[in-house]
């Protein structure tokens, strides 16, 4: 059990366009939902904390006007680059928590490769 | 807040030895600590985890240990296969009044000869 599916799993873009990335909880409920930005070679990056019905938590330096989340059901969080530039290429990958369960784990999506050109 | 730091950055043994990977936490008040691992390409997955009222904790190969005084964790992974090849992340939970932050390592990959 707990599956998180998240799609595209690569996306190649134009320059200024804008892209979303779903992440699905399959078998779960998650009321938060984590998105994360990976370098080559470097950890994970926290952006923000997708907290369903309300707005995200976005963490320092993140524009929120730039990455859009919405958390629209206990399934599902979106997070779109908007206005894509060379510099957002990168691994996007979500997570999740499965709802009332205070000390569940963390569970991954198999993440975003995302390529704007 | 917490911070987690890891060794070591690369590890490369060979195939039937053990490897072990190390990390410590800043916060006291972290109290669940999840390992996970990572392939080319994909999300991490959670390997292991260990939470803050038990020392060791153990899985068929793999093995985690904790000592909160010194806080620091560790993985052990026994028996080492090539398909243990990956990025192994560890992280540390910290539980706050807005909820739960995790805090993760910057990462050991682990390379196992054949």
């Known amino acids: 059990g707990a599956v998180v599916s998240q799609h595209p799993s690569w996306v190649i873009c134009k320059s200024g366009t804008s892209v979303k990335i779903e992440c699905r909880s399959l078998?779960?409920?998650?009321?938060?939902m984590f998105w994360y930005r990976q370098f080559p070679k470097q950890s994970l990056m926290l952006m923000a904390t997708?907290?369903?019905?309300?707005?995200?938590?976005?963490e320092q330096g993140v524009e929120k006007d730039k990455f859009l989340i919405n958390h629209a059901s206990l399934t599902l969080s979106t997070l779109t680059v908007t206005s894509a530039h060379p510099e957002d290429s990168s691994f996007y990958i979500c997570?999740?928590?499965?709802?009332?369960?205070?000390?569940?784990?963390?569970?991954f999506g198999n993440g975003t490769r995302l390529t704007v050109t | 807040g917490e911070n987690v730091e890891q060794h070591p950055s690369t590890l490369s043994v060979q195939e039937g030895d053990s490897a072990v990977i190390k990390c410590t936490y800043s916060?006291?008040?972290?109290?669940?600590f999840p390992w996970y691992k990572q392939e080319l390409g994909k999300g991490p997955q959670l390997i292991i985890d260990?939470?803050?009222?038990?020392g060791e904790k153990k899985d068929q190969r793999i093995a985690v240990t904790l000592n909160k005084t010194a806080k620091h964790f560790s993985l052990h992974i026994t028996e080492t296969q090539p398909e243990d090849s990956a990025v192994y992340f560890c992280?540390?939970?910290?539980?706050?009044?807005?909820?739960?932050?995790?805090?993760f390592g910057t990462g050991t990959s682990l390379t196992v000869i054949p």
């Open positions: 997570s999740a928590r499965r709802q009332g369960a205070g000390n569940s784990p963390l569970h």
């Open positions: 078998d779960f409920q998650a009321t938060t």
């Open positions: 997708s907290n369903e019905g309300s707005k995200a938590t976005y």
């Open positions: 916060d006291s008040a972290s109290n669940y």
């Open positions: 260990i939470r803050s009222n038990v």
């Open positions: 992280a540390a939970r910290r539980t706050t009044n807005t909820g739960n932050q995790f805090y």
